[in-house]
């Protein structure tokens, strides 16, 4: 069976930020997707991983860059939209403050998931496909494939913390969860290598606690 894995990245980053782990952010997808298709698909065909970046945060890009560019070095497809900005005024209580604020909004992140998910079953590319969201939005992406793939297996993978959604449950064959232990068996070395390409350095803020050891480096 040929797995594909597809990653909504802001609701698995909002999850992984919740954990309050910073180091637990420099996860390797490919890994995680390998990890996920334990028993389910014997290879994986692709790893999509699909985001945008905020303005305003040169640190915030700086970080998401090396992590998109480590991400790219261990085999992972990253597509990356844009974000607008969307006028905002207080409204709290009665009158509200009347503070005004422009307020990012990513765009093409949910279009490009669903895309890469109908597209890889156009293509044949995957038996089993791991869908890791627990965004209820593209509940419509799975039954569109549902309904012109049958045949195509779909497993949703919710980040950790994250509750099952009875429209993903309903239209997906399985469902797994992550949890902690999942993200940090999965991280990323602190030099990610490709050949012919750019190392990847691992940024500072990512660095994870001095006793932590990395799994390839655990007992077995």
């Known amino acids: 069976m040929r797995g594909a894995v597809y990653v909504d990245g802001f609701n698995l980053y909002h999850a992984i930020d919740d954990l309050r782990q910073q180091h637990l952010k420099w996860l390797d997808l490919w890994r995680l997707g390998e990890l996920v298709a334990r028993g389910h698909a014997s290879s994986i065909e692709e790893v ?15 970080r998401h860059t090396a992590y998109k560019d480590a991400l790219e070095n261990a085999g992972v497809r990253c597509l990356m939209g844009h974000t607008t900005k969307e006028p905002m005024e207080c409204k709290t209580e009665i009158n509200g403050c009347g503070n005004r604020w422009d307020q990012p909004r990513e765009k093409e992140t949910d279009i490009n998931l669903a ?6 079953a156009i293509d044949d590319i995957y038996d089993v496909a791991f869908l890791i969201t627990a965004d209820t939005d593209q509940a419509a992406t799975l039954k ?18 994250r509750q099952v959604s009875k429209h993903l449950r309903d239209l997906t064959d399985k469902q797994i969860r992550l949890k902690e232990q999942h993200i940090d068996e999965c991280l990323f070395p602190p030099m990610v290598m490709a050949k012919g390409k750019r190392t990847i350095i691992r940024p500072h803020e990512y660095a994870p606690p001095e006793d932590w050891v990395h799994p390839d480096k655990r007992p077995k």
């Open 48 to 62: 999509v991983f699909c985001s945008a970046y905020f303005p305003g945060n040169h640190g915030k890009k700086v």
């Open 115 to 120: 895309l890469s998910l109908y597209n890889g």
């Open 144 to 161: 569109m494939v549902r309904r012109r793939f049958a045949d195509k297996q779909l497993i949703a993978v919710y980040p950790p913390g």
